[in-house]
């Protein structure tokens, strides 16, 4: 059974960095892809960034250059450093996983919170001004 379990999440005002830990397991199948997701009340779930077992990320284009998605397999966590965070940036933030997909699945901009089998309890990061 896949297990996904979130941490780092905080507060921090207008252009501070926080760094999101995702601790990863039960995942048996070497092709698998690992997203960040966020949901702000009132709005969709928005996928943030997604990293791919065999290597590759993809951004969203409202953090692309500001969020940095990474996976330290030793430790098999999945990272999401989000710098220069804006008050819009508030929500709370999920990892989720696919297994048995490829690189091109993962990056698919078609690609929304639903084709995610895999869910942690999230984490609430609030930017203030």
């Known amino acids: 059974q896949v297990h996904l379990v979130e941490s780092g999440g905080g507060s921090v005002q207008a252009g501070g960095s926080l760094r999101l830990s995702c601790s990863v397991s039960g995942i048996t199948n070497s092709r698998y892809c690992l997203g960040w997701f966020r949901q702000a009340p009132g709005k969709e779930r928005e996928r943030v960034a997604s990293i791919h077992s065999f290597g590759g990320t993809r951004d969203a284009d409202s953090t692309r250059g500001r969020f940095t998605i990474s996976q330290d397999n030793a430790k098999n966590t999945l990272y999401l450093q989000m710098n220069s965070l804006k008050p819009e940036d508030t929500a709370m933030y999920y990892c989720?996983?696919?297994?048995?997909?490829?690189?091109?699945?993962?990056?698919?901009?078609?690609?929304?919170?639903?084709?995610?089998?895999?869910w942690g309890q999230g984490t609430q990061v609030t930017v203030s001004s």
């Open positions: 989720a996983a696919r297994t048995d997909v490829s690189g091109a699945w993962c990056f698919s901009p078609l690609r929304g919170g639903g084709d995610f089998g895999y």
